[in-house]
């Protein structure tokens, strides 16, 4: 028997503040399945790739068997230019890519030579007549050349560059349910949270929420608790939004000062989650107004999703169901991929290296 060779993926790299995720696939006759996956702390937090990391990252992708020098990464979001705008009709005959690229120029205040771009028409909602209403996304061609030239010199070949809020819809467009609702996907970062919500496969709302962080959290956890980020970082991980009380099987068990700071920090959790729901809900609201439409549910991505109870404890606050989003919810895996390196943290990484070269991208 002949067996037809998977098609390997390119290295789907998400570059965050503090870690860069990379995963890959093979793409078969039955879908895409996980063949490798790796995190690695970033050498300069918040700051952008220089070429003694980059040596590194490569280093690393060849040691863990990662395959060929492809790479698919996106747009930093502090780079990333993206507006909402009304375009003539399509039946118009106008040029609207032009358009569009001029629109965006002008809401970031460039010049419309210097972006890349990418546009996709908006459903119409209650405002189908009133014209084309679309979505943009881009950079600043400097920006980009920046981004991949120091990924070249570490000879890893930038193929695209795509914007994250497409790359997540991606990754998750198997759990995002019924195309007539709404479905969110919160990505939950280091340095901050975003929002995003589509429409079927269409991505027609996003938002950066800058207060909603995980590294903000874990500043408050470490100013309280008077410790180092490395130990308030796995104290944070293991109790999350959980609630923090007597052992069940020790009920005379005397309350110990792990069991406070563990109650402090459950207490730190939920409330900066509230404040997230408090801002998901503004969003959604206005979503479903706008696209006359309900939604159903609320996917969880990014390190923050990983925390203990955060679905359970955001779905009451929301509204909506909310559940984490993990690579084996959407993909198979190779036995070479560790199910423990595969977590919500990786779910941008993976949506990158399913790009198809015939999708837009910045």
């Known amino acids: 028997m002949i067996h037809r060779r998977a098609k390997m993926s390119p290295i789907g790299l998400d ?27 970033r050498l300069k937090c918040g700051q952008p790739l220089e070429a003694g990391e980059c040596v590194r990252l490569s280093e690393v992708l060849r040691r863990k068997g990662f395959a060929g020098d492809r ?15 009304e375009l003539p009709p399509a039946s118009s005959g106008a040029p609207l ?16 030579t210097g972006i890349e771009l990418a546009w996709w028409a908006l459903p119409g909602g209650a405002r189908a007549a009133e014209g084309t209403h ?66 079927g496969r269409t991505v027609v709302y ?6 909603s962080g995980v590294g903000r959290l874990l500043a408050s956890v470490t100013a309280r608790l008077g410790i180092a980020s490395d130990d308030a970082e796995v104290l944070l991980r293991g109790v999350g939004c959980l609630e923090v009380g007597r052992e069940p099987d020790q009920p005379s068990r005397r309350r110990s000062d792990l069991d406070d700071v ?15 729901a408090a801002e998901v809900r503004l969003s959604a609201a206005y979503a479903m107004r706008r696209f006359d439409a309900a939604m159903s549910r609320m996917l969880l991505t990014g390190a923050g999703a990983a925390l203990p109870g955060v679905a359970e404890h955001l779905g009451p606050q929301t509204g909506v169901l909310c559940r984490v989003v993990r690579l084996s919810d959407v993909c198979g895996a190779d036995s070479a991929a560790s199910a423990d390196d595969a977590g919500p943290e990786h779910v941008l990484a993976l949506g990158l290296a399913l790009h198809l070269d015939k999708e837009p991208a910045a």
């Open 71 to 85: 790479v698919v990464t996106c747009v930093p979001r502090g780079q990333l230019l993206s507006n909402v705008m």
């Open 262 to 276: 563990n109650a402090d920090i459950s207490a730190m959790t939920r409330s900066h989650a509230d404040a997230l």
């Open 134 to 199: 679309a979505m943009a996304v881009g950079c600043r061609h400097e920006d980009a050349l920046a981004l991949i030239d120091v990924l070249a010199a570490a000879d890893l070949d930038v193929t695209v560059l795509d914007a994250p809020m497409t790359a997540l819809a991606r990754a998750t467009a198997p759990m995002l349910g019924d195309p007539a609702e709404l479905a969110g996907i919160l990505d939950i970062g280091h340095s901050a949270a975003a929002l995003i919500i589509t429409l």
């Open 97 to 112: 890519d032009q358009i569009a690229r001029q629109e965006l120029a002008r809401a970031s205040k460039c010049e419309p």
């Open 15 to 41: 570059v965050g503040s503090t870690r860069v995720k990379a995963v890959q696939v093979q793409l078969g006759a039955t879908g895409p399945r996980v063949y490798r996956v790796a995190s690695l702390p």
């Open 206 to 211: 996003e938002r950066e929420l800058s207060e």
